[in-house]
């Protein structure tokens, strides 16, 4: 069974920076779509950033520039880069297998103003 695993949330000040892993356990990693979700207090769970197999990405609205996506195909890993972090980016963080729809447990970001 696919397990994600998320690590790197925490606490920071705006303008910083946060790099959540997700680490998958899933011979077929390297094929799978993966993402990177988040949902804040009273919103619904929002798309961040989604990476294929060959490293195409897209992104949520608003969230190219500030926000990186990537992966490490030999270690099943996949990443999220969070520059200049605002306090609307106060949310849990998911990783997501967007091929078998598995969630990950979440991670809490918290941005300070």
């Known amino acids: 069974q696919v397990r994600l695993v998320e690590s790197g949330g925490g606490l920071v000040q705006a303008g910083g920076s946060l790099r959540l892993s997700c680490a998958a356990s899933?011979?077929?990693?390297?094929?799978?779509?993966m993402g990177w979700y988040r949902q804040a207090p009273g919103k619904e769970r929002e798309l961040v950033a989604r990476?294929?197999?060959?490293?195409?990405?897209k992104f949520g609205d608003s969230m190219e520039g500030r926000f990186a996506i990537s992966r490490d195909q030999f270690n099943n890993m996949v990443y999220l880069q969070m520059n200049n972090l605002k306090p609307e980016d106060t949310a849990v963080y998911y990783c997501?297998?967007?091929?078998?729809?598995?969630w990950g447990q979440g991670t809490q970001v918290t941005v300070s103003s």
């Open positions: 899933d011979r077929r990693f390297s094929v799978k779509v």
């Open positions: 990476i294929g197999r060959l490293g195409n990405t």
């Open positions: 997501h297998d967007d091929t078998s729809d598995v």
